[in-house]
């Protein structure tokens, strides 16, 4: 059984920062790539940003320039630092890990931006 449980998310004004993170635990075996998608009210679940296992790292345009992904392999643990938050970011953030070729998701963690 895996398990992946975020945490960081909250309330922030408009221009200001958060850090979320993500741990797997369980029967992890190989960590093939890690990210995060958000979810706004009414909107579909997008990709925000993701890490492979090589380093590389993809984000979507909107965020490039003020999020950015990392990971410890050591720790199983993903990061999202989030800086010059915007109130289009409100949105659930769900962390994504494929482990040994299979895909897990999070519960999710809320993050509100206010004006």
């Known amino acids: 059984q895996v398990q992946l449980v975020e945490s960081g998310g909250g309330l922030v004004q408009a221009g200001g920062s958060l850090r979320l993170s993500c741990v797997a635990s369980?029967?992890?075996?190989?960590?093939?790539?890690m990210g995060w998608y958000r979810q706004a009210p009414g909107k579909q679940r997008e990709l925000v940003a993701d890490i492979g296992r090589d380093g590389s790292t993809n984000y979507v345009d909107s965020v490039k320039g003020r999020f950015t992904i990392s990971s410890d392999n050591a720790k199983n643990t993903v990061y999202l630092q989030m800086n010059s938050l915007k109130p289009e970011d409100t949105a659930v953030y769900y962390c994504?890990?494929?482990?040994?070729?299979?895909?897990?998701w999070g519960q999710g963690t809320q993050v509100t931006v206010s004006s």
């Open positions: 994504y890990a494929v482990l040994t070729l299979i895909g897990h």
């Open positions: 369980g029967s992890i075996g190989t960590i093939n790539g």
